[in-house]
C-alpha cells in the first residue's frame, strides 16, 4: 500500500513562506557577524592577558639581577609605554561611539 501527500499552496502561504525565508536569511547573516565579533573580542582578551602575563614576567626577570634593577625598570617602563599606546588604540578602535545624550555629564574643567 502506498501513501502519497500533495501539498497545494495558495499565494498567501507562498508570500508567507518567502516571508520567513528572507527572516531566516537575515537571522544567519545577523549571528555570523555576531560569530565574528565575538571571535574578535576573544582574541582581544587572549591578547590583553598575553601582554599582563608579560609584563609580570618582566617585572620578576628584573627582581632577580641585583646589579641592574633600574636598567631592567627602564627598559619595562619603555615596554610598557609601547604597549599602554598600543592597546589603548586597539580599544579606541574596536569600540563603537557612545550616543550623545542630554543627560551624560559635562566634561570636567581642565
Known amino acids: 500500500m ?4 500533495y501539498f497545494h499552496a495558495d499565494s498567501r502561504t507562498e ?10 536569511s537575515h537571522m544567519t547573516t545577523e549571528l555570523d ?3 565574528a565579533s565575538v571571535a574578535a573580542n576573544t582574541s582581544v582578551t587572549a591578547s590583553a592577558l598575553a601582554l599582563i602575563q608579560g609584563f609580570k614576567a618582566q617585572l620578576d626577570a628584573a627582581m632577580t639581577d641585583p646589579n641592574d ?5 627602564t627598559a619595562l ?11 589603548a588604540a586597539a580599544v579606541a578602535a574596536n569600540t563603537p561611539a557612545a550616543a550623545a545624550s542630554d543627560d551624560a ?3 570636567a574643567a581642565s
Open 2 to 5: 502506498e501513501f502519497h501527500i
Open 15 to 24: 508570500n508567507l513562506l518567502s516571508q520567513l525565508n528572507k527572516v531566516l
Open 33 to 35: 557577524q555576531l560569530r
Open 69 to 73: 634593577v633600574a636598567g631592567a625598570l
Open 77 to 87: 617602563s619603555a615596554s610598557l609605554d609601547a604597549s599602554d599606546t598600543a592597546l
Open 105 to 107: 555629564p559635562a566634561p
